[in-house]
């Protein structure tokens, strides 16, 4: 089945300064790869997701890229701001009404 | 739309009772997922069913783990009996097939005492 790994599990910013996460997924048939934040004590939510066939995607701050043969793909978060700390996770899938596998998870503190 | 409901937000309860959780996925949504999160073990898939029908349940940790999706609009998760070891946040989550990630209910925090 699915695996997918996830670094780093805390990682601490600057305000404005750059963060990247990285998740690798070892199933060759997983086409669809969101991302999610957690709030504390609050919901995981879809922030950003990415499918096979594209290898960037952007929303304002957030951007994630997807290297298939590598079977990597990452979460960057540019000019990042406090309302920004939160857990990260990053999931694969084969799209959607299929199971998706999480990583463990990327605590973000971003200080002001 | 109210998004994915869960109840209760938190349940206290005492070794070897019987706990039930519910959810309700958004309408239209014919996929539904049981998360466990932990702080050890991360969201941990346990259980999902498309169009009502239990398609995966190899993450149901054990035999004391049952779900059951009697109609579109409704799913439970039940636990009898409790154990310490299952205290954790439980998130019932929905997609339609071929959509955009999935809706997360708020969900609800098991103490298991």
């Known amino acids: 089945g699915e695996n997918v790994e996830q670094h780093p599990s805390t990682l601490s910013v600057q305000e404005g300064d750059s963060a990247v996460i990285k998740c690798t997924y070892s199933d060759s048939a997983s086409n669809y790869f969101p991302w999610y934040k957690q709030e504390l004590g609050k919901r995981p939510q879809l922030i950003i997701d990415?499918?096979?066939?594209?290898g960037e995607k952007k929303d304002q701050r957030i951007a994630v890229t997807l290297n298939k043969t590598a079977k990597h793909f990452s979460l960057h978060i540019t000019e990042t701001q406090p309302e920004d700390s939160a857990v990260y996770f990053c999931a694969a899938s084969q799209s959607g009404g299929f199971k998706t596998i999480f990583g463990a998870g990327t605590r973000l503190f971003v200080k002001a | 739309d109210a998004g994915v409901i869960q109840s209760p937000r938190h349940e206290v309860t005492e070794m070897g009772q019987e706990v039930t959780l519910r959810c309700k996925p958004i309408?239209?949504?014919?996929?539904l997922f049981w998360y466990r999160q932990t702080m050890m073990r991360g969201l941990e898939l346990l259980i999902y069913f498309n169009n009502n029908v239990p398609i995966d349940d190899s993450g149901m940790p054990e035999d004391r783990f049952s779900a059951k999706m009697p109609n579109a609009s409704f799913s439970t998760l039940k636990i009898q009996p409790s154990e310490p070891r299952d205290s954790a946040v439980y998130f019932c989550?929905?997609?339609?097939?071929?959509?955009?990630?999935?809706?997360f209910g708020s969900g609800t925090r098991l103490t298991v005492v």
């Open positions: 989550a929905s997609i339609n097939t071929g959509g955009n990630g999935y809706t």
């Open positions: 309408s239209g949504h014919n996929s």
């Open positions: 990415i499918r096979s066939n594209v």
